[in-house]
């Protein structure tokens, strides 16, 4: 008989230990180890040799063609996807419940309908009826899109097996059930084991197969960095649930870059695309305010403006707060004592507060001079001007760094009729003359603040 044996998963990361803990030793969240039974066969007693014979090919006789890729029909998720859906591979689409992956996948099901593929929607947490309506919000479908409401997974294989679609959606990895694997839906086992299965069916036929992966903070259920290493593309779908910006973000790619972001807007007929999110970002910006500097930042390969806002304000207590919403607080605390020992602004009784408007995620270190031209706009209440945009890297003598694709970032700011650009030195000999756009180069932070007092307009 088959020994049981019991060991413990972290449901956030995955990491496996053999007795319990409160803290994970690999992601260190708390609470978050949960038991599972292991089925031990008793392995390893004989060994069988296979009779199949292996054999290497040589890598330059192997044939590729870029035409395999097969286009969503919706370009953000095609620029992220790395130029469309490469067949036989599996896509993880991650993201908060609620936050609109089964209205993304819904709408690319339509979509790659309309190009002639084989479509199977499969949900685990939906009705027919439900998934029906929110097609009807979506506008028309083609045929060619089949519905299938089930979460027992040999059924599902079964059905693959003999009806071979083009794309299959997953919706959701965390509503599936082996029989074959312990546990209930939702827990680790369950979900690496559904995973697998639907791994070498995806590869064994050559379909693509969409997963859908709910995050939860609680720990419930299994979040989807437990099938990272599996799956071929990790995408993210994020942003703020009462606003109706969505970001979707490749993580993993194994068929293109990472790091590319598609932009999307959720509306009353589904997800519709930006395809300019710097416009889209800066809409709404105020105007001769203090405290706010335009930035440049590249995700992926493409040049996005971003409004960097800063708040700093004296402190009614002992200790001053400082808060940042879409930058790091360490580098903002980091820039703070920079300015503090360079230019000695008192800032160390102050408040401060970053915000990157829009809901943007920025971690690149190009924005560092557009934050600290903020806090120190908001710290002098001098308005900086409208027309104005600051990228460059700050180091901790408060020299101002070079950083890369400088030109592509003046070009950009250029198209969307900015008319200064505060920059490192080497990037303005790199940028070189760029029309409409006047560059000032600077060396370090004092001069960048020298440019807010010549260039700045007066407070409103
Ligand atoms: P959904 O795709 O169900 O989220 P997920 O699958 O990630 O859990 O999207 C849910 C939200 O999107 C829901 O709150 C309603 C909203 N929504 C719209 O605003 N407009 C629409 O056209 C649709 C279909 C959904
Ligand atoms: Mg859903």
């Not at 995955?14 to 039974?37: D, F, I």
């Not at 993304?104 to 929607?121: F, H, I, N, T, V």
């Amino acid at each position: 008989m088959a020994k049981q044996k019991s060991v413990f998963f972290c449901s956030e990361c995955g990491a496996e230990s053999a007795k319990w803990m409160g803290q994970c030793p690999a992601c260190h969240a708390w609470n978050t180890m949960v038991e599972q039974e292991l089925a031990v066969s008793e392995r390893g007693k004989s060994v069988r040799r296979s009779d199949r014979a292996v054999k290497p090919q040589l890598l330059s006789e192997i044939s590729l063609s870029e035409e395999d890729r097969v286009q969503t029909g919706i370009a953000e998720l095609d620029r992220v996807l790395g130029g469309g859906v490469v067949p036989g591979s599996m896509i993880l689409v991650g993201g908060d419940p609620g936050i609109g992956k089964s209205t993304l996948l819904l709408q690319a099901c339509r979509e790659l309908a309309a190009r002639g593929q084989k479509l199977l929607y499969i949900s685990g947490e939906e009705s027919l009826k439900q998934i029906r309506m929110r097609a009807d919000r979506l506008g028309n479908f083609p045929e060619g899109v089949s519905l299938l409401c089930e979460t027992d997974l040999s059924l599902i294989a079964e059905l693959l097996r003999s009806n071979k679609p083009d794309i299959v959606v997953i919706d959701s990895i965390q509503t599936m059930y082996n029989e074959e694997a312990s546990g209930t839906p939702g827990s680790v086992s369950q979900v690496r084991e559904s995973t697998a299965v639907l791994l070498q069916l995806s590869k064994s036929l050559g379909i693509s197969v969409f997963i859908v992966g709910h995050v939860t903070k609680e720990g419930t259920v299994a979040g989807p960095r437990i099938l990272e290493h599996m799956v071929d593309t990790v995408l993210y779908f994020e942003g703020d649930r009462h606003a109706s910006y969505r970001i979707l973000r490749g993580v993993k790619n194994r068929f293109g870059s990472t790091n590319e972001i598609g932009v999307f807007e959720m509306g009353s007929e589904g997800l519709r695309e930006v395809s300019n999110p710097s416009e889209y970002l800066l809409s709404g910006r105020p105007e001769g305010e203090s405290g706010t500097v335009t930035a440049c930042s590249i995700e992926g390969t493409r040049p996005i403006l971003l409004e960097v806002q800063a708040l700093v304000c004296k402190s009614g207590f002992g200790i001053p707060r400082r808060q940042a919403s879409g930058a790091d607080l360490n580098r903002i605390n980091l820039l703070m004592a920079v300015l503090e020992k360079r230019l000695g602004l008192q800032l160390g009784q102050c408040d401060a507060y970053v915000n990157i408007a829009g809901g943007m995620r920025i971690v690149e270190p190009a924005v560092d001079l557009a934050i600290a031209m903020a806090l120190v706009s908001s710290f002098l209440n001098l308005p900086v001007g409208d027309r104005l945009l600051a990228f460059g890297e700050v180091g901790l003598s408060g020299e101002v760094r070079g950083v890369n694709a400088a030109e592509q970032r003046v070009s950009e700011a250029a198209k969307l009729g900015y008319e200064i650009c505060v920059l490192p030195r080497v990037c303005a000999q790199r940028a070189g003359q760029i029309k409409g756009i006047k560059l000032i180069a600077v060396d370090s932070v004092r001069d960048a603040i020298e440019v807010i007092k010549k260039h700045g307009g007066k407070e409103k």
